[in-house]
């Protein structure tokens, strides 16, 4: 069975530092992978798909096949990042999502 | 466009009882996708379906059910409710299975009691 695993279930970092939050994942086939963050009060969003190899918010993540992790990566945070970031797998043919357990970042001023 | 509705947003029933929970996803999605959510086990996968058919099922006893209408809407039900059903039920839906990701609602609270 497929397992998303989050190291860190909080994170706190100062305004304008680096952050990287870690996902590791256990799956024998070929995956898609997800960052969704909720923000306060907010329902769960889709920050980054691993296929789109975009930067959202700042944020990029680079699937890594060989050390099965995708960690979520923003070079200067903000405070507004403070919010619950969550990291998900779909197996090939999308059968719902495996989700991390979740890290709470918190932004520092 | 309007996103996903889940109804009603608040829920409070007594063991034993059961409960109806509903979804209507964004127009044109095909896939919907229901998860628990509790403290202490994170978000876990119920079930999903795609064009009224279950396609996957989670860990989860026979009490949860669900099904998908031909207009996409889904309902999950749960019977014979305990207290550990206490949680927000998220549901969440895709255009084709998972493809471009998952569009959550924002969840029907269950409280047990």
């Known amino acids: 069975a497929q397992r998303v695993t989050q190291p860190e279930k909080l994170l706190s970092v100062f305004k304008g530092a680096p952050v990287e939050l870690k996902c590791n994942y256990s799956y024998s086939g070929s995956p898609e992978l997800f960052w969704y963050v909720q923000y306060s009060r907010q329902r769960l969003q889709l920050l980054l798909r691993h296929i789109s190899r975009e930067s959202i918010k700042g944020f990029t993540a680079d699937l890594n096949k060989g050390e099965t992790s995708f960690h979520l990566k923003k070079p200067f945070a903000q405070e507004e990042d403070s919010a619950m970031y969550y990291c998900a797998l779909a197996k090939g043919g999308a059968d719902g999502l495996t989700f991390g357990k979740g890290t709470h970042l918190i932004i520092q001023p | 466009k309007a996103g996903v509705t889940q109804t009603p947003r608040y829920l409070i029933k007594t063991r034993g009882q059961q409960v109806t929970l509903s979804c209507s996803p964004i127009?044109?999605?095909?896939?919907v996708s229901w998860y628990q959510q509790t403290p202490g086990q994170g978000l876990q996968f119920l079930f999903e379906y795609f064009s009224e058919t279950q396609r996957n099922k989670g860990n989860f006893p026979g009490r949860f059910s669900g099904r998908q209408f031909s207009n996409s809407r889904s309902e999950m039900n749960v019977s014979t409710l305990e207290l550990g059903d206490s949680a927000l039920y998220l549901c969440a839906s895709s255009w084709d299975r998972g493809a471009g990701g998952y569009t959550f609602g924002s969840g029907t609270r269950l409280t047990v009691v």
């Open positions: 127009s044109g999605h095909r896939s």
